[in-house]
């Protein structure tokens, strides 16, 4: 091939003008051509210009779980339960709303603090705790709120990972605490980058000047509490974590006492103004003496029905059974039970101690139960109450059942003598078919774990709350965030406050309302008698909710249709599932449930 000769560029100066318009189309087409072509082959075709990439873009990396080391904590969260179906995932049973642990697990995963066991049936947003140790204290169910709930699980750490040995790996940890470990080939089971994630450090095994530096379990480690309260919506918050939980940890087994309050007002519902509104004892005999007025309830009677729960008793007429658990022992012991006032303080919905709406029909005294000692002086506003429950263990809807029977002996529908009818198994073998109450107000409040060697009520768990120091001398904790700008006070204050001008909003309205009178004057006696003469012949009957239920002509429990026995409803699911026909395979199955993370009927 002979040498390519470069042209000699013509002399424009002799050209035309025709020519060299000629020549400037000429040149303009083979531009747009050459450009055409070039977009069709090296650039994707574009409507705008790519967007520039910030200077200080993440840049995502591969994270590879091995080089990091773990540790086996517990964490301490509340959440506010009207938004979840309960605590308890489950896989095979989608729920319209999500549970507790769906958003405690994203939260984990998005900060790459739990390494978790591949597991194929189960989808990428999933909960997946096989290989994390992971046990939880109490089951919650749809709507109710925990303030004291407690999970063991095993968590990334800052603790480095010596250069020496091989890194300390999940199963080696795990054997070291003496109990099985699944977590196996980390390089898979890392989950995937997601953006916004929290950054991870460097291992400290790559690092040779970090080898023998002393490292605190606290100060120096991962603020657990703080990077899952940043992920985590803000009805979840996380509120300590136990930096050595005893051995053998669980939080399920190693809990011996869960502590729970069910909130309700005083008055119950918005009671009926005048003569119309009172009681009659003739109608309802479990009335205390005087002439009560609807919507208050009597705490005397609920507080003497309440202190019968105490003890060791058969509470299978206070739950829902559970045919699944085949469980036949519904023994279960109360430590404490009671009807505690909280002093109520001044504000909206204070037509209440106005005459006509008063819980006597001639009561000159401020509303609430004025009786009490600890209540005196309260304002006319409602009061709130709580029916506080102390025991080792749960049955299945047990506490909403328990509080369901104490409001009908509060609104005089029955004595306070139901609890030892209901208790008295021999008497009553089968459940009555009556209504629990309503879930909202329910609140797991506390879960205790006391040494084995010590009396109940001393925690073997130290926790580390948010905003503790670590120690003495060893200074604050490492992102305390309980007070100031965006810690744990300001962030639940903000989550309060609107709601609680809600409540403000709504008590005024009611307030506003009820002060205006007719044209002919207030005429508000005479309305009520001709609503009560509407609903002569049905009852009002409060279970916990935000009004009372017209039941109709109210049946006394004892008097209600009985359930099926317990072993009854047990035999016929033994027998749909097979079960019958060996006691062995019996027990197996009973043992598969109980072991795929159910309670077996403990909450």
């Known amino acids: 091939m002979g040498e390519q000769v470069d042209e000699e560029p013509p002399d424009l100066s002799t050209w035309s003008a025709d020519q060299l318009i000629a020549r400037v189309t000429l040149l303009e087409q083979q531009l747009k051509e050459q450009t055409a072509k070039y977009n069709s082959t090296a650039l994707p075709p574009q409507i705008f210009s790519p967007a520039r990439k910030p200077k200080n873009a993440r840049v995502n990396r591969e994270f590879d779980p091995s080089k990091y080391s773990t540790r086996f904590i517990a964490l301490k969260f509340a959440y506010l339960g009207q938004r979840y179906n309960g605590l308890e995932f489950h896989p095979n049973n989608k729920t319209p709303l999500p549970t507790v642990e769906e958003a405690l697990w994203k939260a984990l995963n998005k900060a790459r603090l739990v390494f978790p ?125 136990c930096p050595a939980p005893p051995l053998n940890f669980s939080a399920r087994f190693s809990c011996k006492e869960r502590r729970y309050k069910y909130f309700f007002t005083q008055p119950a519902f918005t009671p009926t103004i005048g003569s119309a509104g009172l009681l009659n004892a003739s109608i309802q005999p479990g009335l205390s003496a005087g002439r009560r007025r609807d919507g208050w309830l009597d705490v005397d009677a609920m507080r003497e029905a309440a202190h019968k729960f105490i003890g060791l008793h058969d509470y299978r007429n206070f739950c829902k059974i559970d045919a699944s658990k085949q469980i036949d022992n519904f023994e279960r012991r109360i430590f404490h039970a009671d009807i505690e006032g909280i002093g109520s303080q001044h504000g909206p919905v204070g037509y209440i101690g106005k005459p006509g709406f008063r819980q006597h029909e001639h009561s000159n005294e401020a509303p609430g139960f004025h009786q009490h000692d600890d209540l005196k002086g309260q304002s006319s506003t409602p009061t709130i109450y709580t029916f506080t429950l102390h025991g080792s263990a749960f049955l299945w809807h047990q506490v909403r059942h328990m509080v369901a029977v104490l409001f009908l002996v509060g609104q005089g529908l029955e004595p306070p003598s139901v609890i030892d009818d209901l208790l008295n198994i021999s008497k009553t073998p089968a459940k ?21 060697d010590a009396d109940s009520g001393v925690d073997a768990m130290e926790w580390v709350y948010v905003g503790d120091t670590s120690g003495e001398g060893a200074g604050p904790a490492k992102g305390a965030g309980k007070f100031g700008p965006g810690g744990l006070v300001d962030d639940l204050w903000r989550f309060w406050r609107r709601r609680k001008m809600d409540e403000v909003l709504a008590g005024s309205l009611l307030d506003v309302v009820v002060g205006h009178a007719g044209r002919g004057g207030d005429d508000s006696e005479a309305e009520a008698e001709v609503a009560v003469g509407k609903c002569a012949g049905s009852q009002k009957v409060f279970q916990g909710g935000d009004g009372p239920r017209h039941v109709g002509t109210y049946v006394p429990v004892m008097r209600k249709p009985r359930m099926e026995s317990v072993g009854t409803v047990n035999a016929r699911y033994a027998e749909r599932k097979g079960f019958e026909r060996n006691e062995e395979t019996k027990e197996r199955g009973f043992r598969r449930v109980v072991g795929e993370g159910q309670d077996g009927g403990n909450h």
């Open 117 to 241: 066991t591949p597991n194929p049936s189960l989808g990428q947003d999933e909960p997946n705790w096989e290989g994390c140790e992971y046990s939880k204290c109490g089951r919650t169910d749809k709507g109710v709120s925990a303030f004291g709930q407690v999970v063991g699980i095993r968590v990334r750490s800052n603790r480095p990972v010596s250069r020496v040995q091989e890194p300390a790996s999940l199963g080696n940890a795990a054997a070291e605490r003496g109990v099985p470990s699944h977590m196996k080939d980390l390089e898979t089971a890392a989950p995937s980058l997601v953006k916004d994630a929290i950054p991870i450090p460097s291992s400290t095994s790559e690092s040779e000047s970090d080898e023998g530096l002393p490292f605190h379990p606290t100060n120096d480690e991962i603020p657990y509490c703080q990077v899952l309260n940043r992920l985590l919506p803000p009805d979840i918050r996380m509120l300590a974590w």
């Open 432 to 452: 009555p078919q009556y209504e629990m109450a309503d879930d909202a107000p329910l609140v797991l409040w506390d879960c205790i774990f006391p040494r084995e």
